[in-house]
Structure formats: C-alpha cells, structure tokens
C-alpha cells in the first residue's frame, strides 16, 4: 500500500508557513498560511453539508470574485454554526490578512477546523497574523500538514516529483481528518499543489474527478462534516504547461495527481479516531457504480460490521444481512458472492462449503482487511475504505469537549 512521503518537495509559486496562535493548547501550531504567486490557477471543492461553516460560505464566494492569493487556516475552532457573527469574523480574518499581504480582501480564502458552535478567536489570529506572514518560505509543509490538525495523531502529506514529456512536474499535498469522516464533496481539509501550468476550468475538472475517487471513497462514521474543503492549486511556475502536451501525457498527469490524493485519502482511513483496522469494501459485477457505492458504504457505516472488525470477528452474517437490506432493487442473492480477503464466505444463498471459521479467522485477525462483493449482475466495480469502531472512538467522541 502506498506510505506518506518522509520528504516533501517544494513547489515553486508557493509559500506557507504554520505558528501558535493559542486556539488550540499553548504553544501548538494552530494558524497555518498559504502564499500563491500572482498567475496561479485554484480549484476546490466543499462540504455539502446545509450548515456548512462560515469560513466555507466565505472561501466560495472569494473563490469566484478573484485570483486567490492567500489561504488562511485555523485548526481548534470550527467557526461553525455560529450565525452572522461567524461571518462577520470570518470576514475580518481575510481583511486583516489583507492588509498584511496588500491584497484584496477576496483574495483571502479562509478554513477552519475544530469544535462547531464556539465563537472564533478573532483577536488571537489577527495578532499571529504578522508573524504568520514573515515566516513564509517554501519548505513548511510539515509544519503546515502538524498546524491544520484536530484529534489527528500523525500529520499526513504526500510529495513526488516526475518527468512529463520531458519535463520535471512537483506535486505535494496536505490533508487532515480522523473523525466526522464522510466526504460529500468535498473533504476534511486537504491542500494539494503543483508547480504545472493549468488553466481553471481543467483544474476544477482534475480536483473534482481527484476528489471523487478518493475523499469522497472514505468513511469513518457516516458524518459529513460542516467544513470540508479540498483546494488543488496549479501555481504555473513549473516546467509543464498541461495544455501543451497529448491526451495521453495528460491522462498520466491525472493519475500522478489521483495517486496523491488517494495516499492522503487513506492515511485518513489509517488515523482514524481510534481505529487498528483499515478496511478495503470492493463490489464487483453491479448494474452501475451507484449502486456498488450504496452497498459498499451500508457495508462501511454498518456499526455491527464495524465492532466485528474491531474484535477480529468473522462474523460473517452481519456483512450478509447489510448486503440483503441495503436496498439494492431485484437482488437475486443466489448470485450473491462475499469474501473476506481471498475466503469466499458466502455463495449460492448461504455459507460457502469451502468455508471454515479458522479460514475467516485468520482473516479478520490481519490489520488491513478486504471484504469483497460480488453481486453477479452487471460489470461494473467501485470501492470505499474505511475502519472498525473501537472503545477509543467513543471515547475520543464523548471527551471532545472535555
């Protein structure tokens, strides 16, 4: 399975920089800025969730006035769910930085990430606003992938460099997340830049297709939250200007930028708000990808599946009994085939002959888990990851205020 990268590569265009503005606890990196260069093209997708928060309100609408020049971050308070008040700080956030950077307000996009419903600490971030600010440089990105964290327990970035039609291409990207996990897109919070020349419209199109194969492929717990934001940016001072090169460079420059995006997707998954599972759900041989994801999520966001998994379980009929009432219209479920890694478990209506419950065993008791459906209908695949449900993440959930 693919690691997060040890080395981050710079990407020309781009500066950021992370420091303690004391939302979270004391000394903590909590306020983490973004630099774009003048000319470079941003794409993003967001949460969809109805009470999304100000600062995702904001960052849409800035989006689509102006060339953004600034992302400005805040983990320890979501700032949302805090009414016209939340706005009004939001707004003043990007104002503040404004004038710091001397630039248009619009030009400020602003995300935060933290606890919902508590006012925004608007004094403390404009006061680290100008330390923020003369720390800029282009090799923070450790320190920006530790300032963007809630109840995550490792940073997660992801960098590679490559050669495209004979030229050098960078990407490397951020994200954070652990729980409140079901991307709807959108994302948690992730940051992916390259140093490509791309123009807007293909880069919403390459950010959106990114995000669907993989933020939008993981779930923890079924919640999506009221701040996902997934920024792709193109800076354009690289090597490779995307518009020259043939479809086929592009489709190998679109699986690069996929391969990114699906690495943070998964360290997700693997950090997880007290998860030691991380689960693989494939369903093969549906009528179309709609209804494979329908399954594949009822298979994921099923707390009995899950707490199975966390006891290395095989317990094999609660998956069967998520297949048979997950909805899916006409199932003819003597087609029906599951398996757990390379165990066939279910076939022909029941429990496979070949089937023991040392065989399943052995594979529950692994740390990465594939359970397999094949709905013998159709040819079409699609897959989601996600993790078990353990005490830890009652209890992370039930002291999160605390």
Not at 173 to 191: E, Q, R
Not at 275 to 300: H, P, T
């Amino acid at each position: 399975m693919n690691e997060l990268s040890k080395k981050l590569h710079s990407i020309d265009g781009v500066r950021l920089s992370a420091v303690s503005a004391g939302i979270k606890t004391a000394g903590k990196l909590d306020l983490v800025l973004f630099e774009l260069c003048e000319g470079a093209s941003v794409a993003g997708v967001y949460t969809q969730n109805a009470f999304c928060a100000a600062p995702v309100v904001l960052a849409r609408k800035h989006s689509a006035l102006h060339s953004p020049r600034y992302f400005l971050i805040n983990s320890g308070n979501a700032n949302a769910g805090t009414g016209e008040s939340g706005m009004q700080a939001a707004l003043q956030s990007c104002e503040a930085l404004a004038k710091v950077g001397a630039c248009d307000t619009e030009q400020v996009l602003p995300f935060s990430t933290g606890v919902i419903g508590k006012a925004l600490p608007l004094e403390k971030i404009i006061t680290a606003l100008p330390q923020a600010f003369s720390q800029l440089n282009s090799d923070s990105w450790s320190d920006a992938a530790q300032g963007i964290m809630t109840t995550d327990t490792v940073p997660k970035a992801y960098s590679e460099t490559f050669e495209l039609a004979g030229k050098q291409v960078t990407i490397t990207g951020i994200a954070k997340g652990a729980g409140m996990i079901k991307p709807n897109m959108a994302t948690l919070l992730a940051y992916i830049c390259t140093d490509a020349e791309i123009a807007g419209e293909t880069l919403q199109a390459l950010c959106q297709n990114a995000a669907n194969l993989s933020f939008n492929r993981i779930t923890v717990d079924g919640d999506t939250s009221t701040n996902d934001s997934c920024m792709l940016v193109a800076s354009s001072q690289g090597e490779l200007k995307y518009s020259d090169i043939t479809k086929e460079q592009q489709q190998q420059f679109a699986t690069a930028l996929n391969k990114t995006f699906e690495i943070l997707a998964q360290a997700i998954i693997k950090d997880a708000e007290g998860a030691s599972k991380f689960v693989s759900i494939l369903v093969e041989e549906g009528q179309d990808s709609a209804e494979c994801l329908q399954l594949a999520y009822a298979i994921a966001e099923s707390p009995l599946v899950k707490t199975a998994l966390f006891a290395s379980d095989p317990n094999w009929g609660r998956i069967l009994a998520v297949v048979g009432r997950a909805g899916l219209k006409n199932l003819n479920i003597s087609k029906v085939s599951i398996y757990l890694g390379d165990v066939c478990i279910v076939e022909g209506g029941g429990k496979s002959l070949s089937y023991t419950e040392a065989m399943g065993q052995a594979v529950m008791s692994e740390a990465e888990i594939v359970i397999t459906v094949k709905l013998g209908r159709g040819s079409c695949s699609d897959k989601v990851w996600t993790c078990d449900l353990s005490y830890d993440y009652v209890k992370i959930n039930a002291e999160y205020r605390t």
